[in-house]
């Protein structure tokens, strides 16, 4: 059964600081990774999608990374600013029979101070 | 971009009473919808996947005859939530996948049930 583990439960920074939210996952065997922001008592807003045979992607600030082997993908945030607090949430899709399926990590809550 | 509607944003019940709940694709078909469940402060657990013009598939440990799923078009995925009890109070989200295998899941605004 996949887990997922996001690293830390919380995080709190000054603004302009770059910072790394960390997702780890217990089955190497996903087809893809995705990072996701969710706004409180909203629905989610992908931020990034990562193929199993991809190393990374970038959006603007952003940068996810996925070490497939090691079970673990990394979210860059460079220069945050006060309207990137959120909660940052990591989800993988498996590869196997149920492979449509989610799952997701309890997510890493983020504040960035002004 | 892929864009999915949901409705309503939030609604409050009676305890007994039947409260549904819509999903949308606006700008693609989705051939596969997901229903998932989110407690405060915890992540999103999936109750069920449903399949257009077929039966959904539920998780284990979650009711169909409580939470009844209808995917009648690639564009709309409907949850019922029936004889609602203040247990069912929650923030439900749907979810959908286009008919690509390389695309990611598009996730709907969520809808706050409280049932009182």
């Known amino acids: 059964k996949q887990e997922v583990t996001q690293i830390p439960a919380a995080l709190s920074v000054p603004e302009g600081e770059n910072l790394v939210l960390n997702c780890s996952f217990t089955?190497?065997?996903?087809?893809?990774l995705q990072w996701f922001r969710q706004d409180p008592g909203k629905g989610l807003t992908s931020l990034l999608l990562?193929?199993?045979?991809?190393r990374e992607q970038t959006s603007g600030r952003l940068n996810a990374s996925l070490d497939k082997s090691s079970g673990r993908s990394t979210l860059y945030i460079a220069a945050s600013q006060p309207g990137d607090s959120a909660t940052y949430l990591c989800?993988?899709?498996?590869?196997?029979?149920?492979?449509?399926?989610?799952?997701f990590g309890k997510g890493t809550l983020l504040t960035v101070n002004p | 971009g892929a864009v999915v509607s949901q409705h309503p944003s939030w609604v409050i019940c009676k305890s007994g009473t039947s409260v549904k709940i819509e999903c949308r694709s606006l700008?693609?078909?989705?051939?596969?919808m997901f229903w998932y469940r989110q407690f405060p402060k915890q992540s999103l657990m999936l109750m069920a996947t449903s399949n257009e013009g077929s039966k959904a598939t539920y998780e284990q440990g979650v009711e169909k005859d409580k939470f009844l799923i209808n995917h009648a078009s690639l564009t709309l995925s409907t949850l019922t939530v029936t004889s609602a009890h203040p247990e069912d109070s929650s923030f439900y989200i749907c979810?959908?996948?286009?008919?690509?295998?390389?695309?990611?899941?598009?996730f709907g605004s969520g809808t706050r049930l409280t049932v009182v």
């Open positions: 979810s959908a996948q286009g008919t690509g295998n390389t695309y990611g899941y598009t």
């Open positions: 700008d693609f078909q989705a051939t596969t």
């Open positions: 989800a993988v899709r498996g590869s196997g029979g149920s492979n449509y399926k989610l799952t």
């Open positions: 089955d190497s065997a996903i087809y893809n």
């Open positions: 990562i193929q199993s045979s991809q």
